[in-house]
């Protein structure tokens, strides 16, 4: 089945650093993957959508130069947190399509979570 | 109002029973429907897709109300492993997900 490879699985870094979160599709080619974060008890947060070689859309309220997102190949997909504050400590998510997206095709990576000291 | 709302319980209930969850959904025009199981700490996982004809896996059954614009999940025999946090997802014309906040179900010896 599809896999989807998320790296770290969790980091803690200080206050004002950039972190870097990848997320591969190891058997299957995403033209378009989805970055999620969700905080303790609350819904998966769709923050932007990540198109292979062009920019990523981001939702209403997400900082684009805050979360960078780069989408260089059609098997990866990177999201950078920068000047990273307490109140991004959170659990990142990525997730990509393969083949139908509405017949459930969505697979997810197995999340990143982001403790910002 | 929420684009998809769910009760966040918790829903404790002994091992055997049958409970079931409900998931409102604002837009009309949404698609497509499905339910997505999370464990603590770990990342959603597919459960299973509603069709508008209602659908059945095993233990689990789906229903989709259109008219109310609701859709349901019933667990029948409950197991200690079905405890974990049941999330409703809505797509609304792309391939865009919208998750409910989830409902957590904790199945009891």
């Known amino acids: 089945g599809a896999v989807v490879s998320q790296h770290p699985s969790w980091v803690i870094c200080k206050s004002g650093t950039s972190v870097k979160i990848e997320c591969r599709s190891l058997?299957?080619?995403?033209?378009?993957m989805f970055w999620y974060r969700q905080f303790p008890k609350q819904s998966l947060m769709l923050m932007a959508t990540?198109?292979?070689?062009?920019?990523?859309?981001?939702e209403q309220g997400v900082e684009k130069d805050k979360f960078l997102i780069n989408h260089a190949s059609l098997t990866l997909s990177t999201l950078t947190v920068t000047s990273a504050h307490p109140e991004d400590s959170s659990f990142y998510i990525c997730?990509?399509?393969?083949?139908?997206?509405?017949?459930?095709?969505?697979?997810f990576g197995s999340g990143t979570r982001l403790t910002v000291v | 109002r929420k684009e998809v709302e769910q009760d966040p319980g918790p829903f404790n209930v002994p091992e055997g029973a049958t409970v079931a969850f409900n998931c409102t959904y604002s837009?009309?025009?949404?698609?497509?429907f499905f339910w997505y199981r999370q464990d603590c700490r770990k990342e959603p996982k597919l459960l299973m897709s509603?069709?508008?004809s209602g659908n059945e896996d095993g233990r689990f059954t789906a229903q989709l109300n259109r008219a109310s614009q609701y859709i349901s999940l019933l667990i029948r025999d409950s197991k200690l492993s079905d405890s974990a946090t049941y999330l409703c997802?809505?797509?609304?014309?792309?391939?865009?997900?919208?998750f409910g906040t989830g409902t957590r179900l904790k199945v009891l010896a």
């Open positions: 837009n009309s025009a949404s698609q497509s």
């Open positions: 509603v069709y508008s």
């Open positions: 997730s990509a399509i393969r083949g139908q997206g509405r017949s459930g095709g969505y697979t």
């Open positions: 997802v809505v797509t609304s014309g792309t391939y865009k997900y919208i």
């Open positions: 058997d299957f080619q995403a033209t378009t």
């Open positions: 990540s198109n292979e070689g062009s920019k990523a859309t981001y």
